[in-house]
């Protein structure tokens, strides 16, 4: 078990509303030993012009995940995670259902963690591979 803090998916999913995640409909769904689930709606408030999942709302789910994963691993009472570099790769387009991302990770370093996200559509079909390097500072 990788992490710090000790939580369930219902208080994940429980934070206020006012962010990009919540508009976007992102609902946590599993943590597991070391690794941490998430799902989200592709719908018209993730679709692209062309009626497809947009590539930056699959960010947004990738640096969710990242960024909730690396809190859950810190003490938040010294330190914050902040997301330092984020890529992806969209591999195939998605119309509509729900994509799911499992987040894992890569490195766990005491100023950074690197983080693997793979998002899938319904069938199982990877469709977005992610990285995401968070900086782990001082609280403010």
């Given at each position: 078990m990788i992490w710090f803090q000790e939580?369930?998916?219902?208080?994940?999913?429980?934070r206020p509303k006012n962010h990009m995640g919540a508009f976007l409909g992102i609902q946590?769904?599993?943590?597991?030993?070391?690794?941490l689930t998430a799902t989200m709606p592709v719908n018209e408030r993730t679709h692209q012009p062309a009626g497809i999942l947009h590539g930056?709302?699959?960010?947004?789910?990738?640096?969710?995940?990242?960024?909730?994963?690396s809190y859950l691993i810190i003490d938040p009472q010294k330190f914050m995670a902040v997301g330092l570099e984020v890529n992806a790769n969209h591999l195939r387009p998605v119309k509509s259902g729900l994509v799911t991302g499992i987040c894992t990770p890569i490195h766990i370093g005491a100023k950074t963690h690197v983080w693997d996200i793979k998002l899938y559509n319904d069938r199982g079909?990877?469709?977005?591979?992610?990285?995401?390097?968070?900086?782990?500072?001082?609280?403010?």
């Open positions: 939580t369930s998916v219902d208080e994940l999913n429980s946590f769904t599993e943590i597991g030993a070391d690794s930056g709302a699959s960010v947004v789910l990738a640096e969710t995940l990242g960024s909730v994963a079909k990877l469709n977005c591979v992610s990285r995401l390097t968070v900086a782990i500072i001082p609280n403010l």
